[in-house]
């Protein structure tokens, strides 16, 4: 293939033994090839090995001395989205007490078929309901006990794949949430 | 007229030229390229779609996770400067000295989990065996012997002693990690006022949504 002729062909003149003139190229092609493939192996690892990291801004612990005052939000705005042991999520719409149509609490799981089509639902339908672009959907992520690290990146994962506008980790639980996160770690 | 004499042209190439710059490429690569460090801790992030890259300097990483003593603290930084920095820092507030010798060896641990006390002998200790399982116990943070809250306030006061930039901070826990661990190391962070850091997550190809 990669051989030069070096003309040795000829048919030898006379009788003198001529000492056969050796080929002095060497064929690169299979190293050239095995070259490329390595560089393009330590290209693409060192580039991809590096871990990702997800940012998360969480709200400053209120002090004594300033104290803020709890923001009032609409409840059409809110899901809250309880996180339970065994990959479980617990969600409603509004008030618990007085869920909004279709947002009485159910029981969900992650993923696209899961917390994704409700959320993506609803990212969608709340600036119509309230009549601002700006005022989009809330989300409260309680993230219950039996919860693990994974459901919590799982679910704020969600948030950026959902666009949703505004979120919070919230840890406080209200007796009537902490009967339905009960419900889910039992 | 002479006939046009097609010239027999040699079908193969030189390809002397290109080899030496495959290799020389090859060689850039390989090189420039970091060896993973062995992780006394070694944890399995759970997968996210965020494509953020962590940040290579001004880091410093809290490590959640289960070895086989239990569950267990690891606290890494990852500029040499800020390590030695902090270990004096740390030295001083509880009365113990570090050789230059010390304090050298110390500078090239990229992670550890060890209470102050034992950090002289977890030093002395050959790489090898400080990476083995079991051998670092964790880095104390409950609310008797919070040792977690000083090496992070000390790393922040070397880095903006040094850097004159705030350091960031990265959680790292394991994804079978269960919340009230990360809350914790959250809660933590939160009050030194620390309000933003990152989470270590794997990747995972984005999914459409539309």
Redesign the interface.
């Known amino acids: 293939?990669?051989?030069?002729?070096t003309g040795d062909s000829g048919g030898g003149k006379g009788g003198k033994v001529r000492s056969k003139k050796q080929n002095s190229?060497v064929d690169?092609?299979a190293?050239?090839d095995l070259?490329?493939l390595?560089?393009t192996f330590?290209?693409l690892?060192?580039t991809?090995?590096?871990?990702?990291?997800?940012?998360?801004?969480?709200?400053?612990?209120d002090d004594k001395e300033t104290k803020i005052p709890p923001v009032k939000t609409d409840q059409r705005r809110t899901v809250t989205v309880i996180?339970g042991g065994g990959d479980q999520i617990k969600w409603f719409h509004g008030l618990l007490a007085t869920p909004e149509p279709n947002g009485a609490p159910k029981t969900t799981d992650y993923g696209?078929n899961g917390i994704r089509k409700i959320l993506?639902d609803r990212v969608a339908s709340i600036p119509l309901v309230m009549g601002d672009k700006e005022k989009g959907l809330i989300v409260i992520i309680k993230?219950?006990?039996?919860?693990?690290?994974?459901?919590?990146?799982?679910i704020?994962?969600e948030m950026?794949?959902?666009k949703v506008p505004t979120y919070a980790i919230v840890?406080d639980f209200t007796p009537e949430e902490n009967k339905l996160a009960e419900e889910l770690n039992k | 007229m002479a006939k046009l004499k097609m010239s027999k042209k040699a079908a193969s190439i030189d390809m002397t030229a290109m080899c030496d710059v495959a290799f020389l490429l090859l060689t850039f690569f390989i090189l420039t390229a970091t060896a993973k460090q062995p992780e006394p801790l070694p944890v399995q992030t759970p997968a996210s779609t965020v494509q953020t890259k962590l940040p290579e300097t001004g880091l410093a990483t809290v490590t959640v996770g289960k070895n086989n003593v239990g569950q267990s603290v690891f606290f890494g930084m990852k500029d040499r400067d800020i390590r030695v920095a902090t270990l004096e820092l740390m030295g001083e507030s509880r009365g113990i000295k570090f050789t230059e010798q010390e304090v050298a060896q110390f500078s090239l641990i990229e992670e550890f989990g060890v209470p102050v006390s034992g950090l002289k002998q977890l030093i002395a200790m050959s790489n090898a065996n400080r990476n083995k399982s079991g051998v670092q116990p964790g880095i104390p943070s409950d609310s008797l012997n919070n040792e977690l809250k000083d090496w992070i306030m000390y790393s922040r006061k070397a880095s903006i002693e040094l850097k004159d930039k705030e350091l960031d901070f990265a959680i790292k826990g394991d994804a079978k990690q269960q919340y009230p661990q990360i809350k914790k190391i959250m809660d933590i962070l939160q009050d030194q006022k620390i309000n933003n850091f990152s989470l270590v997550t794997g990747l995972r190809a984005k999914p459409k949504t539309n």
């Open positions: 293939m990669a051989e030069l002729n190229k690169l092609t190293m050239v070259a490329f390595l560089i330590f290209m690892t060192t991809l090995s590096k871990p990702q990291s997800m940012p998360l801004g969480l709200p400053a612990k996180l696209k993506l993230p219950t006990k039996k919860s693990t690290y994974k459901n919590l990146v799982d704020l994962d950026a794949i959902c840890n």
